[in-house]
Every structure is written in structure tokens, then in C-alpha cells.
């Protein structure tokens, strides 16, 4: 099926939305209802679990073997660990992120008493002080601390403003949206994600066109801390193409320019037959992609396959540099991987026994193992380098 138009305007006004909303794992209520709201206001009425899990049904021309897609609400971000005589605050991190992406960052404190503004500051934070000592210091958490704006000097005061070990510390996200088509900002993992699937779903609702399945769009709440779809995908899903990042860096094949598709995370290798699906539709609608493995990454996939959910899986994501810090994309990928989801979304089922948990082996497809046809006859004189 040939991609559908997708409003580019819509999925950058999405993203900024998102981006304003703080929403660490395990603080996620805000964006749960922010995202109820944009889903009803396209006409579609959302499920929402007990924790705020969201998925959304499109019902298609027929209703088995239905699909899914996924994206990720909460972020990284961090807890207090230790309310400090000196009147600051030791974090622990939530998520898998540098100490060294938080030196420098502003950052609001949520208390039972209300919401506070603060920077995260090296133990050494004066050169004038601490001199060189400001350079060789070590880098961990435990080398950082949160400087509160309030007059609080030891913990008695800190206790007085209603602070307390587990407080829940949102980072801004310190957004910069270029006229040349990048964005900056922390958090584009998995926001810029959550829009995609947004604007998927818009451009397919403005077409009039069915899906031709029925098709869950799905938020989850707790990827970073490795939760993610195992708690949320319906049971009758047989396929799940997860959108997040994929990591633009020496070594690896992702980029900020068109659909990245994971062939493998740390999990091992995705499924064969829906990847390859996703290639050739990239292919046939002239969407530029590129392959890439990544080895110590896990997403909403991995966590449904460990949790025992018998589901065919791929991950496509949207080059992102410095992933997990001061992230780096392009509206160029975010554009062609909601153009890849319409393409998906409204071609046919390849595999139509998917729509049985078992069955036999009639209609179980096949992987190519025969040789490749030779480049050359026999014989035949090679061209010539250059």
C-alpha cells in the first residue's frame, strides 16, 4: 500500500506538547491524560490499565490477525536518594543515564508540598574554590547534588519545605527546535516516538482509509526501567513495531536522515518476516532506510518477549545522537517513520494463520535458504574496478 500524507506541522506541535510535560517513570499520570485528551479530540476512545498504560483500537476491514504499534511516555530522570546536611540533595538515577549528562541541568523536585526549581551541580562546583580540582573530580551520581531555590541550609530545612528521600526529579528538557530541521533536547526518547505514532494515527483517520486489521496504538509508562509493553499488549496482538531511537554513533549504521530498522537489540534478532516486511514496504515506497544491530539496547519489544508474550516484533527508530543525553534528531527521520507506519498500517496481512495462538503447520511461512544466484556465469570476465 502507498504511504499516506502526514502533517508534519501537527507532529512538531506534538512533540513540543509532550516535551513541556515532565514525566520520569513512575511519575507518567500528566502525559497519561494529556495523551487521553489528543486521542479523544481525533476520535478515537482510549483504554487506559490501572498505572496509566494507554492503547487505542482503529478497527480495520477485517479483525485478526490484528497489530500494534508502540512508543514510550515516561523518561529518564531521577529520585532523592539522601537529604544532605548541607542543605542539597543525592540522587539516584531512574533509568540508564551518565551522571555526566546531569552536571549542569535545571530540574524541578516534586514534593507532597509542591513542586520546587533546582540545579544539578557537581560536588565542586567553583573554579574560584576548588580550582583544577573542578576537572579531576570523579563523575558518577554520587558526585552530584541537587542546589534547591529555596532557603534551605541542612536538612531541618529541608524538612520544613516538605522534601523527602524519593522525591521524584524531572530534568528540562531544554528544547531548541532549527529552522534546518533538527531538534535539540533531552527526552526525544521516547517523545519524539509518542508523536510519530500520533501522527500516524491523524494521517490515517484524514484519509478515510481502514487499517486492514484491527490496529492498537499503544503508550506505555515504565520502558526506561524495562516494564514497557509487557504489562499493556492486548492478547489477541500478533504483530508489534516498536518506535523509539536508534543511536547515531562510530560503529553503527543508524542515522538522522530516514527510517532506521533494528535488525537485533541485546535481545537478539527480531522477527524475520515482519522486518522484512517493514524493508520492503520502505523499499517499494521510496522511503530512504538504512539496517543497524545494536548491541546494549532494549525496548517495549524486548520487554514483551521476555515477559512470555508469543508476538512477532520489530523495532524502527529515528536516528538520535547522543542518545540518553543531550539528544540530537531530525524531522526528516520523524517524518519518514510516520510515512513508513501508514504504509504498514493499510497493507495487507502477509501471514494469515497469525491470526490463530497456534495452529498447524499449514500456512507457516518460510525463511530463504537456498544459495544466491550467482553475480557472474561462469566464464564471464569481471568488470573492471573504478
Known sequence: MPRLDVDIDYLGDQLKALLRIPSPSGFTDTITHAVVDELQRLGVEPEVTRRGAIRARLKGRAKDPSRALIAHLDTLGAQVKYLKPNGRLELVPIGSWSARFAEGARCTIFTEAGAYRGSILPLKASGHTYADEIDTQPTGWPYVEVRVDALVRDVPDLNRLGFHVGDVVAIDPETEFLENGFIVSRH???KAGVAI???????????????????????????E????????????????VTIDNGTTAPGQASDEFGVTIAMADQTGPFDYHLTHELIRLARDNDIRHQRDVFRYYRSDSASAIEAGVDVRTALVTFGIDASHGYERIHMHALRSLAELMTAYVTSPI?????????GSIEGFPHQ???????????????????
Not at 491523524?202 to 503508550?219: C, L, Q, R, Y
Not at 526501567?225 to 508489534?240: F, K
Open 197 to 223: 505514532l500520533l501522527a500516524t494515527l491523524k494521517a490515517v483517520i484524514d484519509s478515510g482509509k481502514k487499517p486492514a486489521v484491527d490496529t492498537w496504538w499503544i503508550f506505555s509508562i515504565a520502558e
Open 368 to 386: 530463504p535458504i537456498e544459495p544466491a544466484e550467482p553475480d557472474i556465469e561462469p566464464g564471464e570476465q569481471l568488470p573492471a574496478e573504478g
Open 188 to 190: 526525544l526518547d521516547d
Open 225 to 240: 526501567v524495562g516494564v514497557g509493553a509487557s504489562a499493556v499488549l492486548p492478547h489477541d496482538v500478533a504483530a508489534m
Open 350 to 358: 502477509d501471514i494469515k494463520r497469525d491470526a490463530k495462538p497456534v
